[in-house]
């Protein structure tokens, strides 16, 4: 009768938009205690759009744009669209880029008209050498407290622009984890933008625990702590940085409107990439492990 027991709720998942890998996820559903959700593109919507340009003294808006967003129109990440369609919105076709090199979680190198052109986080830039004018640092503090994500660009061994990039919440972000917790889970927000604005997001959807600025590479590591602390750890992401982590976790759940990569590492997919379905699928998983017994 088990095996019969968890085809069912299989089929069922189906009909709830969840793509369950194989029977035996289920089992593994009903002991979680930890929901670890990536931010960008699961919590929020990972359609950023650039918000304001904060400029260096002497720069030009028009150059600044053009240029990194000549840059970041060779990088696939939702803030380097964002930078990218500002620019060719306000300038038209994009200019060439060579030698782009992209440094996952920190931010992008490559050579525009003749010029080494940088756009990135503030550490990446400092380790780079590169000094932040205080004015600009206030600027991105302001705009970080608000849930904005800052980049800033930089050519010629100087920063030109912070580039203001916003997100928004998913409608169904704060019911989703409202039901998370009334199901007995705690949620942590895992995510390598700055802290500032993980916590901003956190607190808009009622999370109250928050890992910020952690590189990709390392959020395999943090899956793991929580794991050596007891917990039974599903993790929710979408990003080809998530991979690592989903097939860490306990239970791995990749939101359908997600990346290949992070579809392929989970268990458990959320076709229609509402938060929601998690909480579905726990549901499920338990209702159906209590029929069997
Ligand atoms: P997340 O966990 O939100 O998906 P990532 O690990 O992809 O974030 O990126 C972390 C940070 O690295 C970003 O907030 C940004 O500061 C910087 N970054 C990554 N890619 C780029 C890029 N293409 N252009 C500028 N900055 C970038
Ligand atoms: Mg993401």
Redesign the pocket.
């Known amino acids: 009768a088990t095996p019969t027991a968890l085809m069912v709720g299989t089929g069922r998942g189906a009909q709830l938009g969840l793509l369950i890998r194989g029977p035996e996820v289920l089992e593994s559903t009903r002991r979680i205690d930890t929901i670890v959700l990536?931010?960008?593109?699961t919590v929020t919507e990972?359609r950023m759009r650039l918000a304001d340009v904060v400029l260096a003294d002497g720069e030009d808006r028009k150059e600044v744009l053009r240029l990194a967003g000549a840059?970041?129109h060779a990088?696939?990440?939702?803030?380097?669209r964002a930078?990218a369609d500002a620019s060719a919105e306000e300038h038209g076709p994009l200019a060439l880029v060579a030698d782009f090199a992209?440094?996952?979680?920190?931010?992008?190198v490559g050579t525009v008209e003749g010029r080494e052109v940088i756009?990135?986080?503030?550490s990446?830039l400092s380790e780079r050498g590169l000094e932040i004018p205080s004015a600009m640092v206030r600027a991105q503090q302001k705009a970080e407290r608000t849930g904005c994500?800052?980049?800033?660009a930089a050519w010629e061994e100087k920063v030109r622009a912070a580039?203001v990039v916003a997100d928004t919440v998913k409608a169904t972000s704060a019911e989703a984890i409202a039901q998370f917790k009334a199901l007995g889970l705690t949620p942590v927000l895992?995510?390598?933008?700055?802290t500032a604005?993980?916590q901003h997001v956190a607190a808009e959807v009622g999370i109250e625990q928050v890992i910020a600025?952690?590189?990709?590479e390392d959020?395999v590591a943090e899956i793991k702590r929580l794991q050596g602390e007891g917990k039974v750890v599903a993790m929710v992401g979408?990003?080809v940085?998530?991979a690592a982590a989903l097939a860490q976790a306990d239970l791995g759940l990749a939101m359908g409107t997600g990346t290949d990569a992070a579809i392929a590492a989970a268990d458990l997919t959320l076709v229609k990439g509402d938060l929601r379905g998690a909480a579905d699928a726990i549901r499920l998983a338990r209702k159906t492990l209590s029929t069997i017994k």
């Open positions: 990536d931010k960008t593109g990972g840059l970041e990088s696939e990440h939702p803030i380097a930078i992209n440094h996952a979680g920190r931010g992008v756009a990135g986080r503030a990446w994500t800052v980049v800033f580039l895992l995510t390598g933008d700055n604005a993980a600025e952690v590189h990709p959020k979408d990003g940085n998530d």
